[in-house]
């Protein structure tokens, strides 16, 4: 992630990047930012104690929403730019996740134990791009609610399959409690490496027990050298992705999710292209659940294939900004900030430790209706993060619905595409036979 | 350029296109009727919309008929026939411009390109450019096609099918919900594209059929009761008929005096009509 | 892994069909299992056909049912009172649950959804979905806060039924081949209820003459002086409590456990019985529920007797079922064109 | 003071500009038919009177009452019938079930039911039938079985005729003669001869105004203005 930026200076690269740095300063100054947050996280943490701990999530939550929000931003890549509402997108997660584990284990047919992370990104990719047109086969036939249902139909099939098919986990008995990679003794240790395959002073060893040096720079902590790795190939995801929607195909899709009759009638096979978009989407679905469980080292039934993997895409999705690429992503964050931000004690800061540390005690020990501040806090917030998500997203539905980001490029962006929300929405409202009731007396 | 072959659609029991034989030139012909006349059913059948239920649908191709019954709208799009809506059906939060151009691109073989940007395809937009210029709306190119007012739709809509250089276009009642304001900028736009094109106008407003038509054809219950150049359709007792007849005038009265002089019950209707 | 016909199990295979207290236990089982899957997913049926909402936080609903009603055996003592008193105070648990949960229903109908009806129908599913997660998560708070699960976090919540369940309900009943327990007949008896319940709404009350004209055109339904919106609430409300009687049930039924994701345990294989009866159709959803209780009594059985070695493959054909019923027949069994059909 | 009176009444179907200020009155006893070529607003006029697309201006006032701003069921209980185009029967409900639906008080389903058996005796004989299954004109004659039991004081029918064979025509014309003995009605109609037969009085509208009114006890089908306004 910190590659590209932190070296534009020297000038050993052609003008066009500069110039292409000029056109997405914007863009340029978020990398760097998400580049240089955890070190930023060491310091204001050193600097403030409690107070920046509470605010800010940990480098360690910033790792799973970078695998997640890739995540969601692959469903919106599918959902929000074409319209067919993938629910049944986590699918497309846990075949990554669940084919590095098992590549790397050696259990899969053709592929040799201890491939390479990469390599078993990429076919898992691949796999997920293959399902995703049979999926797409049968469920393209459809559409709106009944896409979402055929979806998430299948989606669940996998589900119920990953929590009780054997085959999944030789070594233990149990399929629900997942698997890891390298689990059984006989295979070697996950060792993923994140970079340019066969160039070694690309790679670095990514995991809680990995390279403490990315590119010959020290950083001291495995966590943030996993962090700028799987950042950076999150980044090319965003930039491969963004790159589709904005040529002549892309183009397409948010023609069909516009109209999708009138895109056939000026010539466009629709199916082909809602295929290929699927497909792509899938295949970034994928490499958010290889990079998930690149990290983690192991995977199960209920983080990968479920269907809240899915339902919490679309949160963040919403609270983004639907159609809007980037915002999934961010929505993501703010999901796990409000999450943190009311977390158990031990797992980082948040609200509760910040009171109990910073308020005196007679007023956390206050009495109110049998219950003191300091149990109510612990009964009502901490570790109840989703409720407060839920009420915001309730909120984010009825008042928002084009989302944060949606809303921010409204306002001041050009190339506003998030706005189909306030059209659907308009569509609707003549009346449910708005057909005839456009031209009033017809035939 | 287009010619149709006792082309027929039923639905059920109704026959909505009734063995329509009909060849579209170059004048600009008009189909009008009364309502249900089946004008709308015979475009879907024209585009492939709709399946016909026998018959055939042809379409001129470097010199040699092309035989085109069955194909989808996107085939008949490729093919060269584009239409525009009744209904105002254009992509809502894009703006005028990417309306256009997305149309444009639509012809060729740029639309599976994902890899280059968009706006490397300068062929695109030229033609997009040109589109808006002819149908009055080159200095709205960037407005949100949603923010466009009525009339303004209507002209998108036109311009919509106009681009990808199609040789047939069929109009679905351009003017239809334009405030009596801006027709005229609507029926300059229809003069002006059939200058160039093969032009199938369907419409209400009979001061624009009149006006702009160079041939009208009169559909009935799905059948052509008519076809020949305006001043002769106005007037036509056949075409009056099929607008205000299918009713004596004094019937009720004569009736309701023979229902009184036979005390019967009169009113018992069987069948018949719509099932 | 499926071992699919092993000489073994094609002789199981053999035994349950030439075994006629096999064949009625399997049966007997699938329609208590209908019985209750009927309970949940009518009130989706009802309130999707009339007001094109997929509510997803209908299965929030039954968890909430199965849990008060938990609590209300518990604090009131029944399985102490003898056979009738039992049965009898669980019964009024069930008509103050349903009582409850209606009312709840209608707060979010007024206050909530109603705001959603002209917008496309994507957006009812965001708000039900959003409404389901924070049910949810005030119940876990709840939970924590009480202490009701003795602190045991996904290990379902079964000292209701273990305290309360009257034997005579528990037990098993023989007559003749006929092998069930008191349980199952309740459940089989409840579900006849509210088949006839349902119809004779329906057809036999003017409400109910109200809600299906308004199922086939709204817009006319008002036109002939019929208050629609009035007509959404009060079916809101009888969906709603419906799902809250089913969570009562539940309560009892070994089969189930009371406990936070309960919610979704039952959403997903309710909607499966709604699309797969289709979208809307009453009749629809009566023949899926006992169709999909038929075979996740037989995908039990087939795992009990080990046929075959797959845990859930009860609801892993639960969901092949939607899949297959959507690619021959999209609208369900008895769906009508266009309905659902929202873009 | 008019029975229905409609003053100034502006529509809009999203941004397209339907009625451009319409005026016109029903007085009571009345029957009005309202002319003009297709897609001129007639049809939305009778949708605007009921509510269903609320006028952006203007007023429409029933028995000196402001309907503007009701909901469409209140303008039902107002006293206001409306038979549609196309009919729009409840098809998977029986006969007799649409009657039920249409009768606002309860009390009076009993002698309401035998009203519209009495008027249409083809209803009572199909009273179990499905309505999507009645022929086009039986279909018609619920339609406006629905309107007469509705407690009705006005009924705006549109295009009562439109699809049907000759004779039925006819017999609907009957339907609707007899009606018009109890209660107003407003009448869309393409059968010029139809339309003139039952009213007493027409109006003719273009591009959503009325452009000519009139009596039409001095006009006929033939009457050569009324033609070039409704005909090619």
Not at chain 1, 136 to 148: D, E, K, N, P, W
Request: aromatic share 10%; net charge negative; hydrophobic share 45%.
């Amino acid at each position: 992630m910190s590659v590209e930026t932190q070296q534009t200076g020297g000038g050993r690269f052609p003008s066009w990047i500069g110039q292409y740095l000029r056109d997405h300063l914007l863009l340029a100054v978020i990398v760097v930012l998400f580049a240089v947050y955890p070190f930023l996280y060491d310091f204001l943490t050193g600097q403030f104690g409690l107070t920046a701990q509470m605010i800010l999530p940990r480098t360690r939550t910033m790792l799973t929403i970078l695998a997640l929000g890739l995540f969601a931003m692959s469903f919106d890549f599918i959902s929000g730019y074409t319209g067919y509402l993938s629910f049944g997108h986590a699918a497309f997660f846990g075949i990554g996740a669940y084919f590095v584990v098992l590549g790397h284990n050696g259990q899969l047919p053709v592929v040799p134990a201890e491939t390479s992370f990469m390599l078993l990104l990429l076919i898992g990719a691949l796999v997920a791009v293959i399902a995703a047109f049979l999926i797409g086969l049968i469920s393209f036939r459809l559409s709106g609610v009944y896409f979402a249902m055929i979806t998430l139909g299948i989606a669940e099939m996998m589900y119920v399959a990953s929590n009780n098919w054997g085959f999944l986990t030789p070594g233990t008995s149990d399929p629900t409690e997942g698997v890891a990679a390298g689990s059984p003794t006989d295979v070697g240790f996950f060792e993923p490496m994140v970079g340019v395959p066969f160039v070694e002073a690309l790679q670095v060893e990514i995991g809680p027990f990995g390279d403490e040096s990315i590119l010959g720079i020290s950083v001291g902590d495995p966590q943030i050298v996993s962090y700028l790795a799987i950042g950076a190939v999150v980044l090319l995801c965003y930039l491969m992705m963004k790159r589709i929607i904005h040529s002549p195909f892309g183009r397409v899709m948010i023609a069909i999710r516009e109209n999708e009759e009138r895109a056939k009638a000026i010539g466009y096979n629709v199916f082909y292209y809602k295929m290929g978009a699927f497909m792509i989407s899938a295949f970034f679905g994928a490499v958010a659940g290889a990079l998930f469980v690149g990290y983690e080292g192991a995977i199960d039934p209920t983080n990968s294939f479920f269907f809240l993997v899915t339902g919490f895409a679309l949160v963040a999705a919403i609270i983004g900004g639907l159609g809007t690429l980037a915002g999934p992503f961010f929505g993501y964050i703010f999901l796990e900030g409000v999450e943190e931000f009311l977390s158990r004690e031990g797992s980082g800061g948040g609200l509760q430790p910040f009171l109990e540390q910073n308020l005196p005690g007679a007023i956390l020990d206050t009495d109110i209706a049998g219950l003191t501040i300091n149990e109510a806090l612990s009964a009502f917030m901490t570790g109840h993060g989703d409720f407060y998500a839920g009420i915001i997203f309730i909120i984010f539905v009825l008042y928002v619905p084009i989302g944060m980001l949606g809303t921010l490029r409204n306002r001041y962006g050009t190339d506003s595409l998030a706005k189909y929300v306030s059209a659907g929405v308009e569509k609707r409202l003549p009346s449910s036979d708005g057909e005839t009731a456009a031209t009033g007396d017809d035939d | 350029m287009l010619r149709t072959n006792r082309l027929t659609k039923r639905f059920g029991g109704i026959t909505a296109t009734d063995e329509v034989t009909f060849e579209l030139g170059d004048k600009l012909t008009s189909i009008i009727g009364p309502n249900g006349a089946g004008k709308t059913t015979f475009f879907n059948l024209l585009t492939g919309a709709l399946t016909p239920t026998e018959g055939t649908v042809e379409l001129k191709k470097d010199g040699g008929w092309v035989d085109i019954t069955g194909m989808d709208t996107h085939e008949t799009a490729q093919m060269g026939i584009h239409r525009s809506y009744q209904i105002t059906n254009v992509f809502p939060t894009t703006s005028v411009l990417e309306n256009v151009r997305v149309a444009a691109q639509a012809h060729g073989s740029n639309s599976v390109r994902f890899w280059r940007n968009v706006n490397n395809f300068d062929e695109h937009y030229e033609e997009a450019y040109g589109i808006l210029d002819r149908v009055g709306l080159a200095d709205k190119a960037e407005v949100p096609a949603e923010n466009l007012s009525h009339g303004e739709k209507r002209q998108l809509e036109v311009g919509i099918a106009l681009a990808g250089d199609p040789d047939v276009l069929l109009l679905d009642e351009p003017n239809a919900g334009v405030s009596s304001e801006d027709i005229d900028a609507v029926k300059a736009i229809i003069e002006d594209v059939a200058t160039d094109h093969a032009v199938l106008l369907v419409e209400h407003n009979m001061d624009i059929v009149m006006d702009v038509s160079e041939r009208i054809v009169v559909l009935n219950q799905g059948a052509v009761i008519a076809d020949d150049k305006p001043e002769n359709i106005q007037g036509d007792p056949d075409v009056q008929e099929a607008y205000l007849g299918g009713y004596e005038a004094g019937d009720l009265e004569a009736r309701r005096q023979d229902t009184a002089a036979s005390q019967g019950s009169g009113t018992e209707p069987d069948g018949g009509g719509l099932a | 892994m499926i071992d699919a016909l092993t000489p073994l199990a094609l002789a199981e295979t053999v035994d349950l069909l030439t075994s006629p207290s096999d064949i009625t236990g399997v049966l007997i089982e699938g329609l208590a299992k209908g019985s209750l899957y009927l309970m949940i997913a009518v009130g989706l049926t009802l309130i999707f056909g009339l007001m094109d909402v997929i509510n997803f936080a209908h299965g929030a609903f039954t968890m909430y049912g199965a849990y008060i009603a938990g609590v209300a055996v518990l604090a009131l003592g029944v399985g102490s009172m003898g056979f009738i008193g039992s049965l009898g105070t669980f019964l009024i648990i069930m008509i103050v649950v349903f009582v409850l949960l209606a009312v709840l229903g209608v707060i979010f109908e007024v206050t909530l959804i109603r705001k959603l009806y002209e917008y496309p129908t994507i957006f009812m599913i965001l708000l039900t979905f959003g409404i389901t997660i924070t049910m949810e998560e005030l119940m876990r708070m709840i939970v924590e806060f009480r202490d009701i699960n003795n602190g045991q976090w996904d290990i379902g919540w079964d000292s209701p039924r273990q305290a309360t369940l009257p034997s005579e309900l528990g037990g098993t009943i023989e007559i003749g081949f006929l092998n069930f327990t008191g349980l199952q007949l309740m459940q089989i008896l409840m579900g006849v209820g509210v088949v006839v319940g349902i119809w004779a709404f329906l057809n036999k009350t003017r409400y109910g003459l109200f809600v299906r004209a308004g199922v086939e055109d709204e817009e006319m339904a008002k036109a002939l002086g019929i208050d629609i919106n009035r007509t959404f609430t009060a079916v809101f409300a009888v969906g709603s409590g419906l799902a809250g009687m089913a969570g009562v049930m539940l309560m009892w039924d070994p089969l189930w456990d009371v406990n936070v994701p309960l919610a979704l345990a039952v959403l997903l294989p309710a909607f499966v019985i709604v699309i797969v009866g289709g979208l809307g159709s009453f009749k629809g959803t009566v023949v899926a529920s006992f169709l999909v209780g038929l075979i996740d009594a037989l995908g039990t059985w087939a795992f009990q007797t080990g046929v075959i070695t797959f845990t859930d493959i009860d609801q892993l054909m639960i969901f092949a079922i939607l899949v297959v019923m959507l690619i021959l027949r999209p609208r369900g069994l008895f769906g009508v064109k266009g309905q659902g059909d929202h873009g | 003071m008019s029975f229905l009176e409609l003053e100034g009444v502006h529509t809009y179907y999203g941004e397209s500009h339907i009625l451009e200020g319409v005026d016109l009155h029903v007085d009571e006893g009345e029957v009005v038919a309202l002319l003009g070529r297709n897609g001129v607003g007639k049809t939305t006029t009778m949708r605007s009177i009921m509510q269903l697309t609320p006028p952006a201006d203007g007023s429409i006032r029933f028995q000196g009452e402001e309907l503007v701003g009701k909901d469409t069921y209140e303008v039902a209980d107002a006293g206001i019938g409306w038979i549609p185009e196309e009919r729009r029967m409840f098809g998977r409900l029986s006969v007799e079930e649409n009657l039920r639906a249409s009768v606002p008080d309860t009390s009076a389903m009993g002698e309401s039911l035998e009203f519209a058996y009495d008027t249409f005796p083809i209803l009572r004989e199909r009273n179990d039938q499905r309505a999507g299954d009645l022929s086009g004109g039986q279909q018609q004659m619920l339609a406006i079985a629905r309107g007469l039991i509705g407690q009705n004081d006005i009924l705006l029918v549109d295009e009562p005729s439109e699809g049907l064979a000759p004779q039925i025509v006819a017999d609907v014309g009957e339907a609707l003669l007899e009606a018009s003995d109890s209660v107003s009605i407003l009448l869309v109609e393409q059968k010029l001869g139809l339309a003139l037969d039952l009213a007493d009085r027409y109006y003719v509208m273009d591009h959503g105004k009325i452009i000519d009114q009139g009596d039409t006890a001095g006009v006929t089908a033939e009457d050569e203005q009324l033609r070039r306004y409704l005909s090619a």
